[in-house]
């Protein structure tokens, strides 16, 4: 059985920074593309950043420059370290994988696409308040 789990979260003065943490299990491949998003309250989900198995990263307009994807060596913990946090940044945020093909993301030209993405961990709440 695949399991996202994700954790980090929690309160965060703006400018302040918070890592998120996705450790993966039951997953039987070892090459995937893996990805945050968020969701906020009354919004869309919206993809945050992904990287796939050589590292290769891409980030939304949003978040880039603050925000860091990483895996671990063994690829089966995701990072997002969010550095200058901001109050709308404030949301649940999501670890997934993709696993279609072979280690790479659907495109790195753009932000991760939920639609390609079909494991989900449950979410781990990040609040920035103003």
């Known amino acids: 059985q695949v399991q996202l789990q994700e954790s980090g979260g929690g309160s965060v003065q703006t400018g302040g920074s918070l890592r998120l943490s996705c450790a993966v299990s039951g997953y039987p491949e070892d090459r995937y593309c893996m990805g945050w998003f968020r969701q906020a309250p009354g919004k869309e989900r919206e993809g945050v950043a992904q990287?796939?198995?050589?590292?290769?990263?891409s980030y939304g307009a949003s978040v880039k420059g603050r925000f860091t994807i990483s895996r671990d060596s063994t690829k089966t913990t995701l990072y997002l370290q969010m550095d200058n946090v901001r109050p709308d940044d404030t949301a649940m945020y999501y670890c997934a994988i993709d696993g279609r093909f072979s280690g790479y993301c659907y495109t790195l030209m753009q932000p991760p696409d939920s639609k390609y993405f079909y494991y989900w961990g449950r979410g781990t709440q990040v609040t920035a308040p103003h």
């Open positions: 990287i796939d198995n050589d590292g290769a990263t």
